[in-house]
């Protein structure tokens, strides 16, 4: 349980684009939690991440399918990744990290020197959140 809570927590890192979402409440899912395309619960899908970045960062329809493609990617890398049993917990994290780390490489290499302040205050916003869920999940134990 505590590998999978930690795998969320990453997950939800490694998509940044769920810090998008962040003033808006997620909303609540309904009974029978379908997860089709979705990257891992309350965190919506690639489509739900693109119109959020395109909202706060105004994407053109360029950049739109170029950040849809690397989001689509990366959630393919994640689900393969969290299937090999063959790796570790710590194995799996820092994986996590890397591909949490190359996503936003990639994102803010197509934007536009205006987008790009806003992009990383997102970023940085939702590592701080992620932080502290991390810190709050700790004292839980």
């Avoid at 810090?19 to 409440?25: E, K, S, Y």
């Avoid at 990257?39 to 899908?45: D, L, S, V």
């Avoid at 950049?63 to 063959?86: A, F, G, R, W, Y």
């Avoid at 987008?115 to 709050?136: I, L, T």
């Amino acid at each position: 349980m505590k590998l999978m809570r930690l795998l969320t927590l990453v997950a939800a890192c490694q998509f940044s684009m769920a810090a998008l979402a962040q003033q808006t409440p997620p909303a609540q899912e309904s009974g029978d939690h379908k997860h089709n395309g979705h990257m891992g619960p309350g965190m919506g899908n690639v489509d739900d991440h693109v119109k959020e970045l395109t909202t706060k960062l105004n994407l053109t329809t360029d950049q739109q399918t170029k950040v849809k493609s690397i989001l689509e990617e990366n959630h393919q890398k994640i689900q393969s990744m969290t299937k090999d049993e063959s790796l570790s917990k710590e194995q799996k994290h820092a994986r996590m990290k890397e591909m949490h780390e190359s996503v936003h490489a990639q994102v803010r290499n197509i934007l536009t020197d205006d987008q790009k302040p806003k992009f990383d205050a997102m970023v940085k916003d939702m590592e701080d959140r992620m932080h502290a869920q991390h810190s709050s999940d700790k004292d839980h134990k």
